[in-house]
């Protein structure tokens, strides 16, 4: 599965899975009380993502370092839904500058988004998800073409784990098709973030400052300007200021990360495109809000 978001000013396109080498499995004295396991990540500059490809059911800690920018994803295939498949119809449907609907539809149907992080080069990415046995795909979401060749296979299967996910000091909801819920209006600075898709549609989170000066009411007419074609100029946000950004989530999924953000004045946006919308992106559907960083 796929995805690398563009920021805030033009529609995502979901990258696709990246694979990699077996790494680790470790825990720390904290996780074996909790019997949560870390799983060490590692995604190199080639988007291979490399860590172990077994697993038990149950609550997982993904540590995520990177070479470079990296957006590590975890996803799963309907039996039957081939990785030649999976690339084809993410470089088609997601990775497309104009993206093909039929595509895209066929993606959504095949494949389930549990959540992911990302990470740079001395900022590691924290996840956790929890994992019902069957089989997954781990991937890099910045690769912007996808190979079947790339898709790395993880296996869980055995006893399931005893942990519990951890708690959340905030939750963020998608809710209907393309609305998030009105709360939070405002959270930490940092912690651990909860984004449960309570909706009908596959959402992941761009949170972006507003630039210095802007508010809400600027960037709802530069959003209202785009929608009709015409010249917005650059969207008003800060796009050199630090972002926050989560993995791609199905619907009645849950996933919850660390994060970390200045404070401010945000606009929290979903773009993922629309395959019963002609592929819009859920941002011009009005999928976006303030939020304050506090």
């Known amino acids: 599965m796929s995805v690398s978001r563009s920021r805030v000013a033009t529609i995502s396109a979901l990258g696709m899975l990246a694979a990699g ?23 190199t500059k080639g988007h291979d993502v490399r860590m172990t490809t077994h697993m038990r059911p149950g609550v997982h800690r993904f540590a995520v370092r990177s070479g470079k920018s990296a957006a590590f994803q975890i996803a799963q295939a309907r039996p039957g839904y081939t990785k030649a498949e999976l690339s084809r119809d993410v470089n088609a449907g997601l ?18 988004l549990l959540g992911g992080v990302p990470s740079k080069p001395g900022e590691r990415g924290m996840l956790f998800v929890d994992l019902p046995a069957g089989r997954y795909f781990a991937v890099d979401t910045n ?6 060749s790339k898709i790395l296979t993880v296996r869980v299967g055995g ?3 005893a942990g519990a996910m951890p708690r959340a000091t905030a939750t963020i909801r998608a809710i209907h098709e393309a609305d998030w819920a009105p709360d939070p ?34 960037f709802t007419a530069w959003m209202d300007k785009v929608k009709k074609g015409e010249n917005a100029g650059p969207p008003p946000v800060d796009e050199q200021a630090k972002m926050l950004d989560t993995g791609a989530v199905s619907p009645g999924r849950t996933m919850t990360m660390r994060y970390s ?18 592929g819009m992106p859920h941002a011009f559907m009005g999928m976006y809000r303030g939020i304050k960083i506090r």
Request: hydrophobic residues 40%; neutral net charge; proline residues 5%.
């Open 21 to 43: 080498a077996l790494t680790t499995v470790t825990a720390t004295s904290a996780d074996a009380a909790s019997t949560t396991p870390t799983i060490k990540v590692f995604v």
């Open 95 to 112: 990775n497309a500058d104009q993206a093909n609907l039929k595509a895209l539809k066929r993606f959504e149907r095949n494949v389930t």
């Open 143 to 148: 690769a912007h073409v996808q190979k079947a």
């Open 159 to 161: 006893n399931r784990l």
């Open 185 to 218: 209006k405002t959270i930490a600075t940092r912690g651990m973030l909860r984004f449960t898709n309570a909706s009908e549609d596959n959402h992941f989170i761009d949170i972006a400052p507003l630039a210095p000066g802007k508010t809400m009411e600027d």
């Open 261 to 278: 953000l200045p404070q401010g004045d945000y606009v929290m946006l979903c773009w993922w495109p629309d395959a019963e919308m002609g």
